[in-house]
Structures are given as structure tokens and as C-alpha cells.
């Protein structure tokens, strides 16, 4: 296993200082959704599969701690979709056996009806799905499911969870404007949570370069007016702090994060002062020149990645 399957700590809004562990190789996924921040799926999957051997990325994530990094949390979170990881279960008792912080897994959730994916989110601490959706055709035109997968199966599958589960569940809903933002659309997410027993309701928006250029954010209002209806917390945006790498070298490090974690101008400056860089705009410049990134001009600033 040559590439790096522990990565972080990031900073993440819900979580605090996250250290990431990733079981899925890029962009592997069973929804392809129109608010993607990785862009359009280009392995559209719904077989669970051990894509790493769970000894090494625990090995990995060993190492890591080893090397004496703070954080708050450790999140399992895939360039794509980790529930499609087989070994879910092993990775996540393995890492319970590592250290005692607690262990998140973000997920869309659309595995939930299966009975092996519950049992192995059983020993998360603290799950996070996605419920974008109240109906299947809202379904379908933002998360783009792979085509075996049912909006009803997924519905009972979290809610099935929901019962099941005794750790922390946090319900995050991206809202996009004109897909899933209007009043009815607002009242059948409304009544769908009241099936699925929850902690919390994340309401969020897409604030980094969607997979689709039309994607919208919806108007301030309207997100204060979803957060109301649906008796969520807003995700707020723009500078998440804490940005951290053990590299030396300023541009390595920029390079390592963006890696798997897009981060804006704001951040990167952010960052890059936090290091006492000298020459910032040096690093800009090469980050400008290098084939390998993308800057992405949106919503009036430019989110820097990893070109695909
Ligand atoms: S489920 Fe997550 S990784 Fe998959 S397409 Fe949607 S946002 Fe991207």
C-alpha cells in the first residue's frame, strides 16, 4: 500500500481537529451527488470490497499516533462512500483498540439496509448520514444513486439504524437551491426525521466547487428558514482554522492537504501564516504554476485541489 490512507488533522466543523482515516480508494462511490466537492464519481460501485488491507491501514494510523499529533476525533471518511469498505467492522474496532478518542464515520447512508453495513457502524461513537431527500425524485436528481439502489430501502435503512443504534447520530442535509430547498420539499424532510431517532440535524450548504457548475447555494433566508423548519444547526463557512501538517516544506504541505481536502485562499493564507511563511504569495504563484492543481474561481474566491 503505497498511498496514505491516514491523513489530517483537518479541521472539520462538526467534529473539531479531525484526524482522517479513508478505506476507499478516489471517488469510489454509490452516488454520484450534484453537490460533490470530489466532483463527478468515475468509479460508480455499490459492491463492498476490502480495497486496503485493514492491518496496514491500521499500521499506518499506528505510526501516525506515534508520532504525537493532537486531535479530537478520528473520522472515517472515504474519497468516496467508506461504507463500501468490507472491513468496516476490523477498522473500526482496530482503531478503538489504538486510542480512546472517539470514532466518527460520515457516510450517505445509503447502505444502511444492509445489515452487515449496521453492524458495523454500531461501534462508531458518533454516525453522520446524509438525508437530502424526502421523496425519490428529489432523491434521485441530487444524490444520482447507482441505479440498484432504492430511495425507499434507504429511508428504511436509516431509520431501521436509527432505532438500532446507541452512539451519537447526526443527520446532515445539503440543501441546493431549487432541488431541495422549497417549502414542501422542506416539510417532507420535516416529516421524515420525525422516523429517524437523531442527536442532531446538520443543515448545510454547498460553500466548495460542486461536481456540477449549475449547483446554488440557497439564499441566506432560506437556510435560516430550513434550520428552523427542521430544527437543525447551519454549518457556518468560509475559514475552518487548524489546518496542520508535519511537513517542512511550506508548499509540500499545502500539497498534502489539498490532497484530500480542498481548502480555499483564505485558508491556505491562513495556514501559511500560522507556518510563519515569508513569501506567501511565493507559494500561491506555484500552486498557480503546478499542472497537477486546479483553482476553482467560486462564489468569489478560488478553492484549490487536485486536478482528477
Ligand atoms: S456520497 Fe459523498 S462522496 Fe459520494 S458523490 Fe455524494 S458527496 Fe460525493
Not at 476525533?73 to 467492522?89: D, F, K, M, S
Not at 414542501?184 to 466548495?208: C, F, M, S, T, W
Not at 486546479?294 to 474566491?301: D, H, L, M, R
Request: one cysteine or more; a negative charge.
Amino acid at each position: 500500500m503505497n498511498e496514505k490512507r491516514i491523513y489530517g488533522p483537518v479541521p472539520s466543523r462538526r467534529l473539531g481537529l479531525s484526524l482522517g482515516v479513508s478505506p476507499i480508494p478516489n471517488k469510489a462511490c454509490n452516488y454520484s451527488c450534484v453537490y460533490c466537492q470530489l466532483g463527478r464519481t468515475n468509479r460508480m460501485t455499490n459492491q463492498r470490497e476490502d480495497f486496503f488491507k485493514v492491518e496496514e491501514i491500521l499500521a499506518e494510523f499506528q505510526a501516525k499516533i506515534e508520532t504525537g499529533c493532537q486531535f479530537d476525533v478520528v473520522t472515517i471518511v472515504g474519497e468516496g462512500e467508506p461504507t463500501l469498505y468490507a472491513q468496516l467492522e476490523e477498522l473500526i474496532l482496530g482503531l478503538k483498540q489504538i486510542t480512546d478518542r472517539p470514532i466518527a464515520v460520515i457516510t450517505n447512508g445509503a447502505l444502511l439496509y444492509d445489515g452487515d453495513v449496521r453492524k458495523a457502524l454500531n461501534q462508531a461513537d458518533i454516525v453522520l448520514p446524509s438525508y437530502d431527500a424526502g421523496d425519490e425524485e428529489t432523491f434521485v436528481a441530487i444524490n444520482r444513486p447507482i441505479g440498484s439502489i432504492r430511495y425507499g430501502d434507504v429511508v428504511e435503512g436509516l431509520r431501521r439504524f436509527s432505532r438500532e443504534y446507541q452512539g451519537q447520530l447526526w443527520v446532515e442535509i445539503m440543501l441546493v437551491r431549487g432541488l431541495n430547498d422549497s417549502d414542501e420539499q422542506l416539510a417532507k424532510l420535516k416529516e421524515g426525521l420525525k422516523e429517524i431517532r437523531h442527536d442532531r440535524v446538520y443543515v448545510n450548504a454547498p460553500i466548495r466547487p460542486p461536481a456540477e457548475s449549475s449547483v446554488q447555494e440557497p439564499l441566506p433566508d432560506r437556510i435560516k428558514e430550513a434550520v428552523a423548519v427542521l430544527g437543525g444547526i447551519s454549518i457556518d463557512q468560509l475559514v475552518s482554522e487548524g489546518f496542520y501538517s508535519e511537513e517542512f516544506d511550506h508548499l509540500k504541505a499545502v500539497l498534502n492537504i489539498i490532497q484530500r481536502h480542498p481548502m480555499n485562499q483564505h485558508e491556505i493564507a491562513h495556514f501559511l501564516q500560522t507556518r510563519d511563511c515569508e513569501n506567501p504569495a511565493l507559494i500561491f504563484d506555484e500552486l498557480a504554476k503546478d499542472p497537477h492543481v486546479e483553482g476553482v474561481f467560486y462564489k468569489g474566491y478560488t478553492t484549490y485541489r487536485i486536478r482528477k
